[in-house]
């Protein structure tokens, strides 16, 4: 089988077990297979050496405020500190004295954007 991408080498942190030396065959953005250490008989546009690191699936960072420090551009920012740790997913909260069809709008087009991980929005009534 084919995939964009092959990382090797790591030991693969998963729910409710020991982490297990074992390969992961990536297609797109998701993780198509999981595969024995030597992933033999695979290919792949491109190989990540893990050389013997943890790898932890994404994590959610189910509670951020983006755009309490420069606005929206917070989106790309906060978004690339996000990923850098290992946090794929963001919850933000929206919080406006107002109503928040324009925030809404705005935040969202920001976010479509400038996020380089996937997010939620949350709404503080």
Same mark, same amino acid.
């Given at each position: 089988m084919h995939f964009d991408a092959l990382v090797v080498? *790591?030991?693969? @942190?998963g729910h409710g077990q020991e982490p297990r030396r074992l390969a992961l065959g990536i297609t *797109?953005? &998701?993780?198509?297979? @999981? +595969?024995?250490?030597?992933?033999? $008989?695979? #290919? !792949? *546009? &491109? #190989?990540?050496? !893990?050389?013997? &690191?943890? @790898?932890?699936? $994404? +994590?959610i960072d189910p509670h951020t405020h983006f755009g309490l420090a420069a606005g929206l551009a917070d989106w790309g920012t906060e978004s &690339?500190?996000? !990923?850098? $740790? $290992? @946090? #794929?997913t963001v919850l933000n909260f +929206?919080?406006? *004295?107002?109503?928040?069809?324009a925030e809404y709008r705005e935040t969202r087009a920001a976010a479509d954007q400038q996020s380089i991980v996937d997010y939620g929005l949350h709404l503080c009534p």
């Open positions: 080498n *790591g030991h693969v @942190v *797109g953005e &998701r993780v198509a297979a @999981v +595969l024995e250490p030597s992933a033999s $008989g695979h #290919t !792949a *546009g &491109r #190989t990540i050496d !893990a050389g013997g &690191r943890h @790898v932890f699936p $994404g +994590l &690339r500190s996000a !990923a850098a $740790g $290992g @946090v #794929t +929206l919080m406006s *004295g107002e109503p928040y069809d």
